[in-house]
């Protein structure tokens, strides 16, 4: 939707701070409005503005800000991923909420490793791949068998798009099926990242809430 982070510096350019509309809301119908910048994206739509309210429940980790920035030019989240029980590449992640299938970089050792077949002139994992990813201290676990109709999160037909290894790191770019299982908050004032359970059994907490997040912001 053009409205993400972590593109670093003009890397990115149209999710830049000043570029991003969700986080730019200074008057509504003409009513001037004060709001925490920041918006929350589910399988349903998007809500603008952060309360404690609407970030009630969110499991929180907090973004790196990118080599000499002093402002909200924040990192993506990073996270650690195995696949088939390999031992965990760490890396970063992309929820995004465009394209239905996903892309995977691992490292070196993982890569040699990997089972992969070809589908639609690109290299994938091959069906039946598992690709686990915890996020940051642990706010979520993503866990999926590569073309598992059961389960909500997997990339269309299975596709996880495999790239070569490159200096900069092993990367998770979930597509946006992800959707169906985590509602997503972006904290752009102050660099809080969170994910929630859209579906109605929701884990044990860990790590910080949204909710703490804001009112330690506002003291």
Not at 31 to 38: E, I, R
Not at 74 to 89: A, F, Q, T, Y
Not at 132 to 148: C, F, H, L, W
Request: hydrophobic share 35%.
């Amino acid at each position: 939707m053009g409205v993400g982070f972590g593109g670093a510096g003009g890397e990115q350019c149209p999710a830049l701070r000043e570029k991003v509309a969700f986080t730019n809301v200074f008057a509504i119908d003409g009513v001037k409005v004060a709001m925490h910048p920041g918006y929350i994206i589910t399988k349903e739509g998007v809500e603008v503005g952060l309360t404690p309210n609407n970030t009630r429940g969110f499991k929180m980790m907090k973004l790196d800000r990118w080599p000499g920035s002093t402002g909200t030019d924040w990192k993506r989240p990073n996270m650690s991923i195995s696949l088939d029980g390999s031992e965990w590449n760490v890396g970063s992640a992309l929820f995004d909420t465009g394209i239905s299938w996903s892309y995977v970089r691992l490292d070196y050792n993982t890569y040699n490793h990997a089972q992969t077949e070809c589908f639609d002139g690109h290299t994938i994992l091959r069906l039946e791949s598992n690709v686990t990813m915890i996020v940051g201290n642990g706010i979520a676990r993503y866990e999926i068998i590569a073309g598992d109709p059961a389960n909500p999160m997997d990339p269309l037909l299975g596709q996880y798009r495999l790239e070569k290894p490159s200096a900069k790191g092993p990367f998770l770019h979930t597509g946006r099926f992800f959707y169906n299982d985590y509602d997503v908050m972006f904290d752009e004032q102050c660099g809080w990242f969170g994910l929630k359970l859209s579906r109605e059994e929701v884990d044990s907490f860990r790590g910080t809430t949204a909710q703490q997040v804001l009112e330690l912001s506002q003291t």
